[in-house]
């Protein structure tokens, strides 16, 4: 496996961050919906994401989700891991991402989003870091700071999660329990 691809600044830009953001299709999940005979949706999220979104929120980041499509599946899962922020259905990330900041104090360039396809584009433009999976398309690709060396729902949320948390010197209080020797085994 190769590693991330991380562009010039795309450090700086990940220290500032306060607020991370992230698509679902394709960046939480593996792009894939599965419908059961009576129509229930099911999705497959990696628990390692969802580990690494719990250590971005004990490091004091805020954590939301902008999605274009609705689904009770992501209501479930962003409650299991208390994501307060959530707005799915969001035909114009931009503006979600927008009303989302209205009175936080959080600046523009203090965000991260991740995203995969075409309608994250303006976002991944405007936010201060922006991230991508690897197999995102290549417009998508050629657009982010960070492009992680995994695939979407399989574990690429965690690898720029991690590479945030290092660029914000926040990786050794988050993660020194696991590492310590005292550690219990």
Same mark, same amino acid.
């Given at each position: ?5 991380? %562009?010039?600044? /795309?450090?700086?830009? /990940? ?38 979104? =719990?250590?971005?929120? %004990? /490091? ?32 114009? =990330? ?63 949320? %965690? ?8 660029? %914000? ?17």
């Amino acid at each position: 496996m190769s590693g991330p691809v991380v %562009r010039q600044g /795309a450090a700086a830009g /990940a220290a500032r961050v306060r607020l991370f953001l992230t698509d679902v299709d394709g960046v939480l999940t593996d792009g894939g919906i599965l419908y059961d005979a009576a129509g229930v949706e099911s999705k497959r999220f990696h628990v390692r994401d969802g580990h690494g979104i =719990k250590m971005l929120q %004990r /490091a004091g980041v805020a954590v939301g989700i902008i999605t274009g499509r609705t689904s009770e599946v992501v209501a479930i899962r962003a409650r299991e891991l208390g994501i307060d922020i959530v707005r799915q259905g969001a035909r114009d =990330k931009v503006s979600a991402w927008r009303e989302i900041l209205n009175g936080t104090g959080i600046l523009p360039a203090e965000t991260a989003y991740a995203g995969d396809d075409i309608v994250d584009l303006p976002l991944l433009r405007a936010v201060g870091f922006s991230a991508a999976p690897s197999d995102a398309e290549p417009y998508v690709l050629d657009a982010v700071h960070f492009v992680a060396s995994r695939p979407g729902g399989h574990g690429a949320v %965690r690898e720029i999660v991690e590479f945030l948390l290092r660029s %914000r010197g926040s990786w050794d209080a988050v993660t020194g329990k696991y590492f310590s020797e005292g550690a219990a085994r």
